[in-house]
């Protein structure tokens, strides 16, 4: 079965970095649009960031010019460099692949942004 697990957040300070990780198991990676999403405490889930199977990216305008969505299909992960973070980037950062209409999600990863 699908198997999408996070990995890589925690806290750190304004204007610090993370890297987070989505390890992909379960389907055929390469041949499927990867993405993040967060979601902040009283928030709705958002998109954050998309990259294709041809590796085309989209972002979130919030995020634009700070994070960087990667993926490598050797080794079936996708990543999501976070710079210059802020202290709303606070969220849990969740992994998702589409199947069509169906969704599968990771576990996800808290980030904090704080100091």
């Known amino acids: 079965q699908v198997q999408l697990v996070e990995s890589g957040g925690g806290l750190v300070q304004p204007g610090g970095s993370l890297r987070l990780s989505c390890a992909a198991s379960?389907?055929?990676?390469?041949?499927?649009?990867m993405n993040w999403y967060h979601q902040a405490p009283g928030k709705q889930r958002e998109l954050v960031a998309t990259?294709?199977?041809?590796?085309?990216?989209n972002y979130a305008d919030s995020v634009k010019g700070r994070f960087t969505i990667s993926r490598d299909n050797a080794k079936t992960t996708v990543y999501l460099q976070m710079n210059g973070l802020k202290p709303e980037d606070t969220a849990v950062y969740y992994c998702?692949?589409?199947?069509?209409?169906?969704?599968?999600w990771g576990q996800g990863t808290q980030v904090t942004v704080s100091s």
């Open positions: 998702n692949v589409k199947f069509g209409l169906r969704s599968s």
């Open positions: 379960g389907f055929t990676f390469r041949s499927y649009a």
């Open positions: 990259i294709s199977s041809g590796g085309s990216t």
